[in-house]
T-cell receptor, first 115, second 115 residues
């Protein structure tokens, strides 16, 4: 079974600064997907970024980028030039390459951007 | 607009009174899932379906039933709700397995309170 660990329950950062959220996972699979989802106060689950384990290149989406370290089973999210709208709960999630109908989530990190 | 819808968005009920939470997607997705979100636990999968008439248990299926009679709909049924089923519920769907089809799209959530 896979597990996902987010060791930072809460974080806060000043607006315009850069923040990194940590995520580690455990799996015996070689191919899989990793995700970061954002949950703002509206409770909607919004996909932020997606990484395929068989790709060496780290995924990037505008101000959001990941540091994917496959050997270390680490998948951190970096938010650059943070904005007030980034205030949300962030969840790291894992899906197998085959059998990806199930997402395994971490417990989340609550991020607050301070004006 | 491509979306996953859930109804109702909020529900307060009493122990033992059967209820159904509906979920519908308009993206012709094969995979659909139900998750529950509880503080400190992240999201956990309840049931999933890989196609019409194909359903299987997730991590926390006790006390829940599902059905998939049509591709677009995946209702969650609580035959005899109990207070420990008070939670935030999400329906999600994805196109299927394989590259670029793995991303799960979430509905807006249903806040259920069982008294």
């Amino acid at each position: 079974a896979q597990t996902v660990t987010q060791s930072q329950p809460e974080m806060s950062v000043q607006e315009a600064e850069t923040v990194t959220l940590s995520c580690t996972y455990d799996t015996s699979e070689n191919n899989y997907y990793l995700f970061w989802y954002k949950q703002p106060p509206s409770r909607q689950m919004i996909l932020v970024i997606r990484q395929e384990a068989y790709k060496q290149q780290n995924a990037t989406e505008n101000r959001f980028s990941v540091n994917f370290q496959k050997a270390a089973k680490s998948f951190s999210l970096k938010i650059s030039d943070s904005q007030l709208g980034d205030t949300a709960m962030y969840f790291c999630a894992f899906a197998r390459y085959f059998g990806n109908e199930k997402l395994t989530f971490g417990t989340g990190t609550r991020l607050t951007i301070i004006p | 607009e491509a979306q996953v819808t859930q109804n109702p968005r909020y529900l307060i009920t009493v122990t033992g009174k059967k209820l159904t939470v509906t979920c519908s997607q308009n993206m012709n997705h094969e995979y659909m899932s139900w998750y529950r979100q509880d503080p400190g636990l992240g999201l956990r999968q309840i049931y999933y379906s890989m196609n019409v008439e194909v359903t299987d248990k997730g991590d926390v299926p006790e006390g829940y039933k599902v059905s998939r009679k049509e591709k677009r709909n995946f209702p969650l049924i609580l035959e005899s709700p109990s207070p420990n089923q008070t939670s935030l519920y999400f329906c999600a769907s994805s196109l299927g397995t394989g590259a670029n089809t793995d991303t799960q799209y979430f509905g807006p959530g249903t806040r259920l309170t069982v008294l």
